[in-house]
């Protein structure tokens, strides 16, 4: 056991590995790398700020070998930020199959992400949050979480209130895929009107509280499998307000992810007898791989396994496989290595977007309410994601190549020509498995590797006041991206290319 016992029932009143392959259902403590915990801590916001507790290093096991079990280590954390370097590298020599770099426009994008951070944060760099779910709930300056939090009253532990966020932030990520152009939520509670990934967030918070998620009509405030695989599209429809004029893109796509994921929550070992997303939170803190030092220690590996092998089977079949297994986000893509002979997995190239964005927003509520900290945050990477990778297409540092640009653009014209909508602002428009898209993704995570050593550099940011890639994509490239849509296409504030969503992708 780990620092922390189970809990026996949903009313525990307790006040405060080796990491199982993606592949199979062994464990492994093998282990060489060794993760130098980040020395951020939890200031007296909630969110991190230089401190100086001794933490001890942290020894994290070792990826899968791609050779003995492929579809393991394409699963795995470690795959992504070492396939797309493959992909990087054709990009540094501007060999990309679709898009040409102008690689003086780099410092253009440095220079843009540093202005954006500094009108925002500058000089007080550390209070700068990471990426996550949480920071879209308050959006508007509104702090929803804590009132939530303070609607529970004291009777309600820091472990239950932390299941309680867990169940939250893990089905609203889940819904944050493109919302489209034309949808918008207006907030029941204010009367104030969203849109994208804000909206998104403000819906699912306000449809969580009125219990759409629970089976349980006297705990509203949870999630839980029951509660899920009753869901249909209409009900989901009607707490996103769904309508003829107010269309979502991928509506049964975001359905079929949930009610599948009722399913994936009968994992007693990872979610409970009650199937509950928080219930998770128990089986992390008492895992042989949690740490109990000055605060308790869970490594990223551990917390991706998780969300990676616990939740896999919500994905939809038709994904890539290898040996007959699903991998998830994850395509081939013509840019990486092809021959001398390269066996099938060689060509495929993982993202895990969601299961990134979802493993970088859980984390938020368990520091904060508990003070766990990670051991292993750089094996994350950035978000392969439209507002990220628009930022660069923007700026002018990567440009569509023109056949590609063309095949695009009458993918539009023909979509817009069958929903009926009107062709504004028009944008190149692809599948999320086109190659276009794959290697655009694949870019992006390099780019926004190669970002950060420079806006370090320019904000003269050493040591430990660096930005984390995590206090980068929050405050510089996500909002970058989104501010440059804004401006370059002000009708649809659109991206520069747009993908024909199923709702569960990015």
């Given at each position: 056991m780990g620092i922390f016992s189970k809990k026996t029932s949903k009313s525990s009143n307790a006040d405060t590995t080796s990491l199982r392959s993606t592949g199979s259902r062994k464990e492994s403590s093998a282990s060489s790398l060794k993760s130098p915990l980040s020395n951020q801590f939890p200031n007296s916001t909630g969110f991190f700020a230089p401190s100086t507790p001794a933490i001890p290093e942290i020894s994290l096991p070792k990826p899968p070998d791609p050779n003995l079990d492929p579809a393991a280590y394409l699963r795995s954390i470690y795959a992504v930020r070492e396939r797309s370097r493959f992909v990087m590298q054709k990009a540094n020599e501007n060999r990309l199959a679709h898009f040409a770099v102008d690689a003086e426009k780099f410092d253009d994008a440095v220079k843009f992400v540093v202005s954006i951070i500094k009108r925002d944060y500058g000089p007080n760099y550390s209070s700068i949050p990471p990426h996550g779910r949480w920071q879209h709930f308050d959006v508007g300056g509104r702090p929803r979480v804590d009132q939530l939090l303070a609607s529970w009253g004291s009777a309600i532990d820091s472990q239950e209130r932390t299941r309680r966020l867990i169940d939250l932030f893990l089905v609203s990520v889940l819904l944050d895929a493109g919302a489209g152009t034309k949808w918008q939520y207006k907030s029941k509670e204010t009367g104030r009107i969203y849109r994208r990934s804000e909206g998104l967030a403000v819906a699912s918070l306000e449809m969580f509280k009125a219990g759409y998620f629970s089976s349980d009509s006297t705990e509203p405030c949870q999630v839980d499998g029951a509660g899920l695989k009753r869901l249909t599209v209409e009900t989901l429809g009607t707490g996103l307000q769904v309508s003829e004029h107010n269309p979502?893109?991928?509506?049964?796509?975001?359905?079929?992810?949930?009610?599948?994921?009722?399913?994936?929550?009968?994992?007693?070992?990872?979610?409970?007898?009650?199937?509950?997303?928080?219930?998770?939170?128990?089986?992390?803190?008492?895992?042989?791989?949690?740490?109990?030092?000055?605060?308790?220690?869970?490594?990223?590996?551990?917390?991706?396994?998780?969300?990676?092998?616990?939740?896999?089977?919500?994905?939809?079949?038709?994904?890539?496989?290898?040996?007959?297994?699903?991998?998830?986000?994850?395509?081939?893509?013509?840019?990486?290595?092809?021959?001398?002979?390269?066996?099938?997995?060689?060509?495929?190239?993982?993202?895990?977007?969601?299961?990134?964005?979802?493993?970088?927003?859980?984390?938020?509520?368990?520091?904060?309410?508990?003070?766990?900290?990670?051991?292993?945050?750089?094996?994350?990477?950035?978000?392969?994601?439209?507002?990220?990778?628009?930022?660069?297409?923007?700026?002018?540092?990567?440009?569509?190549?023109?056949?590609?640009?063309?095949?695009?653009?009458?993918?539009?014209?023909?979509?817009?020509?069958?929903?009926?909508?009107?062709?504004?602002?028009?944008?190149?428009?692809?599948?999320?498995?086109?190659?276009?898209?794959?290697?655009?993704?694949?870019?992006?995570?390099?780019?926004?590797?190669?970002?950060?050593?420079?806006?370090?550099r320019l904000l003269k940011l050493e040591g430990n006041e660096r930005l984390t890639l995590a206090q980068m994509l929050e405050a510089g490239t996500w909002k970058g991206g989104r501010e440059l849509a804004e401006v370059s296409r002000p009708n649809t504030k659109q991206p520069p290319i747009v993908t024909l969503s199923d709702g569960t992708i990015f």
């Open positions: 979502l893109a991928g509506l049964d796509g975001r359905a079929g992810l949930l009610i599948r994921l009722g399913d994936a929550l009968n994992n007693q070992e990872l979610f409970g007898v009650d199937a509950r997303p928080g219930n998770m939170l128990d089986y992390l803190l008492s895992h042989p791989s949690t740490r109990a030092s000055s605060v308790p220690i869970i490594t990223i590996p551990t917390l991706w396994f998780v969300v990676m092998d616990g939740l896999s089977s919500i994905w939809p079949a038709s994904r890539t496989q290898i040996d007959g297994i699903p991998l998830g986000d994850a395509w081939r893509c013509s840019s990486m290595p092809s021959s001398p002979p390269a066996e099938p997995w060689e060509n495929v190239v993982p993202f895990h977007k969601l299961t990134q964005w979802l493993t970088y927003s859980l984390m938020a509520p368990m520091t904060r309410l508990l003070n766990v900290h990670f051991a292993g945050t750089e094996l994350l990477t950035g978000l392969p994601e439209y507002r990220n990778g628009g930022l660069l297409i923007d700026i002018g540092l990567l440009t569509l190549k023109p056949n590609d640009a063309k095949r695009g653009l009458d993918a539009y014209h023909a979509y817009t020509k069958k929903t009926g909508q009107d062709a504004m602002e028009v944008v190149p428009m692809f599948t999320p498995d086109d190659d276009v898209i794959v290697e655009w993704r694949a870019v992006t995570i390099g780019y926004l590797d190669a970002l950060l050593e420079e806006v370090n």
